[in-house]
């Protein structure tokens, strides 16, 4: 059973992720209203809630990353669905949807260098500089992302 939920959660967040840098693209086109919009959100809200069905013991930091990606999906989803990205919840969605591809990728970076064997080689308790400078990598290019949307959103506002 674990192990088939495990699979799902893999394959959701995959999807998420996928769908996810569609959704960065157009946002850096300045069309935050992608038609895969709808499924990115869903995929990624998906992958926190599925990341709640496994076995755990205390508050650990995946629990705290799906907490913080849950807040964060519900308020991009309100920010798109209930306030139609008026005003200030463009920028609202914005920020909000990209922090959740971000936290998505981060955690893809920390499975790959775990599962990976190459990678693990390189990083096998993910504090050497290897994993630092990929994570780092994604970090800047998600605030490059981040920063253009927004400031291309103004721009078409």
């Known amino acids: ?17 996928g769908s ?7 946002m850096l086109r300045g069309n935050p209203r992608h038609p895969w919009t709808g499924f990115f959100l869903a995929m990624t809200l998906a992958t926190s809630l599925t990341g709640f069905l496994f076995p755990y ?7 705290a990353f799906g907490v913080l990606s849950t807040v964060i ?11 139609r990205l008026e005003g200030g919840w463009r920028k609202t969605y914005l920020i909000n949807a990209l922090f959740a591809q971000y ?11 775990q599962k990976v064997p190459a990678l693990k080689a390189l990083a096998p308790t993910q504090s050497e500089p290897p994993f630092g400078i990929a994570q780092g990598l994604v970090l800047i290019g998600f605030l490059w992302a981040g920063f253009a949307s927004v400031k291309r959103a103004r721009v078409l506002a």
């Open 1 to 17: 059973m674990l192990q088939a939920l495990l699979i799902i959660h893999v394959a959701i967040s995959l999807l998420g992720i």
């Open 20 to 26: 996810g840098f569609v959704v960065m693209a157009a």
């Open 57 to 63: 013991r205390g508050f650990t930091p995946a629990l």
């Open 73 to 83: 999906l519900v308020l991009a989803i309100y920010a798109l669905k209930a306030r």
């Open 103 to 113: 936290l998505n990728v981060f955690v893809l970076v920390v499975q790959m260098f």
